[in-house]
């Protein structure tokens, strides 16, 4: 895997993966994500009564949830990451265009008052 210098340099797989997480993360947060949560659970609960309410049938939700919320942890950790430094990135550049202004809003006041 190449060095990640300034982060502009970065492999193949990770930005394949980045993108995959962006994808997902939009995926999941709509509601069209929750109707689906709720239709799997809904169908979920009539297979009780073919395969009986028993240890098996709490064992295939409970896999089934345990799998799933493991992967998508990783994958909305890492959009949240690429998010997070947006949010830095946006606030340092905020930081340096105010200092820029105080500087000018100073410059400002000291020539009004060498006047």
Excluded: C
């Excluded at 340099?9 to 995959?20: A, L, Q």
């Amino acid at each position: 895997m190449p060095e990640i210098k300034n982060g502009t340099t970065k492999s193949v797989i990770f930005k394949k993966f980045e993108s995959i997480s962006i994808k997902v993360s939009d995926i999941v947060g709509s509601p069209y994500w929750f109707a689906f949560s709720v239709m799997v659970i809904l169908l979920w609960i009539p297979t009780g009564f073919f395969i009986g309410f028993n240890e098996l049938w709490h064992l295939h939700i409970n896999t089934f949830t345990t799998i799933f919320t493991f992967l998508m942890m990783a994958l909305l950790h890492t959009s949240q990451k690429k998010w997070e430094r947006k949010m830095e990135n946006m606030q340092k550049k905020e930081g340096t265009e105010i200092k820029t202004i105080q500087q000018e809003l100073v410059q400002d006041a000291s020539a009004e008052n060498g006047n």
